[in-house]
């Protein structure tokens, strides 16, 4: 079992950076592919980033290419989602993600073990 704690939300203005941070309980965690979800107000739960076990593979959705940038410390059992140049379209609750096979994957159901969310607030 793992237990996933997100951190590191909040509101900043558009342009603005904020860090958030996904604190993983478990001995695997270095085993696990992770995610980085976002959920907006009246849409669907959407994919954001992943980075496989060794973090030398990472992936991103279209819309945060080049803005967002996935990292995580396996000592730390810690994942990270920096995100730069901030809009308002990205307000959300974010999610951190863990998967127990070693392939990414986008879609929410390959996904084991969830977070409760944190909210990040992009405002004009």
């Known amino acids: 079992q793992v237990q996933l704690v997100e951190s590191g939300g909040g509101l900043v203005q558009a342009g603005g950076s904020l860090r958030l941070s996904c604190a993983a309980s478990?001995?695997?965690?270095?085993?696990?592919?992770m995610g980085w979800f976002r959920q907006a107000p009246g849409k669907e739960r959407e994919f954001v980033a992943a980075?496989?076990?060794?973090?030398?593979?990472?992936y991103y959705a279209d819309s945060v290419k080049g803005r967002f940038f996935i990292s995580r410390d396996n000592a730390k059992n810690t994942v990270y989602l920096q995100m730069n140049s901030l809009k308002p379209e990205d307000t959300a609750v974010y999610y951190c993600?863990?998967?127990?096979?070693?392939?990414?994957?986008?879609?929410?159901?390959?996904?084991?073990?969830w977070g409760q969310g944190t909210q990040v607030t992009v405002s004009s």
């Open positions: 993600a863990a998967r127990r096979e070693s392939r990414l994957r986008v879609e929410l159901y390959e996904y084991d073990y």
């Open positions: 980075i496989s076990w060794s973090g030398a593979t990472t």
């Open positions: 478990g001995r695997t965690f270095s085993t696990y592919v």
